[in-house]
T-cell receptor, first 114, second 113 residues
Framework: KAGVTQTPRYLIKTRGQQVTLSCSPISGHRSVSWYQQTPGQGLQFLFE???????NKGNFPGRFSGRQFSNSRSEMNVSTLELGDSALYLCASRQSTGQGYEQYFGPGTRLTVT | AQSVTQLDSQVPVFEEAPVELRCNYS??????LFWYVQYPNQGLQLLLKYLSGSTLVKGINGFEAEFNKSQTSFHLRKPSVHISDTAEYFCAVSRSGNTPLVFGKGTRLSVIA
């Protein structure tokens, strides 16, 4: 089974621009979560989508948004980029049934805001 | 709300020596516990998880962890490390199957030849 894929792997943007990141979950996984990883704050939860609906949301400003499509692929969007948005953005997918619910992570998208 | 504390930000250890990476959590309810590893320029890979049952959990690559409810700890151990174990290790907690993971700040394990 193919793992979680994320595109692009690297991005450089300028302050004030917006960016869209994409995540394709493992086949059969209906839940997709997004995390931001920075040296200062560590790994922080952004949001989770399940069956095209946002199920959980972290403590991030409204500039961060996401969506999920009927094929479970997900995108996250960051508008009006700030320097502090530079981070590794990780996507994780998991099955929605059964105990454990371990999440499988993609390789991440490294976003640099200049 | 849950929180996770990884007591050591960096742990250097010689090859073939044992290692323990410490993790403490706080939660007022039962939780699921996880250890993930992150190699440079990669995502997170699950090492092991505790859901219920036996408090000693075995994972991949020879790692194991012990859940201690009274001490709210979930320390990760390996009896003999290899150079290839050099990576960052994250402890995480989840209140249930449908809630997000809360991660510790990570411990960087450096294995010295």
């Amino acid at each position: 089974k193919a793992g979680v894929t994320q595109t692009p792997r690297y991005l450089i943007k300028t302050r004030g621009q917006q960016v869209t990141l994409s995540c394709s979950p493992i086949s059969g996984h209906r839940s997709v979560s997004w995390y931001q990883q920075t040296p200062g704050q560590g790994l922080q939860f952004l949001f989770e989508y399940f069956s095209e609906t946002q199920r959980n949301k972290g403590n991030f400003p409204g500039r961060f948004s996401g969506r999920q499509f009927s094929n479970s692929r997900s995108e996250m969007n960051v508008s009006t980029l700030e320097l502090g948005d530079s981070a590794l953005y990780l996507c994780a997918s998991r099955q929605s049934t059964g105990q454990g619910y371990e999440q499988y992570f993609g390789p991440g998208t490294r976003l640099t805001v200049t | 709300a849950q929180s996770v504390t990884q007591l050591d930000s960096q742990v250097p250890v010689f090859e073939e020596a044992p290692v323990e990476l410490r993790c403490n959590y706080s939660s007022s309810v039962s939780v699921y516990l996880f250890w993930y590893v992150q190699y440079p320029n990669q995502g997170l890979q699950l090492l092991l998880k505790y859901l219920s049952g036996s408090t000693l959990v075995k994972g991949i690559n020879g790692f194991e962890a012990e859940f201690n409810k009274s001490q709210t700890s979930f320390h990760l151990r390996k009896p003999s490390v290899h150079i290839s174990d050099t990576a960052e290790y994250f402890c995480a907690v989840s209140r249930s199957g449908n809630t997000p993971l809360v991660f510790g700040k990570g411990t960087r394990l450096s294995v010295i030849a």
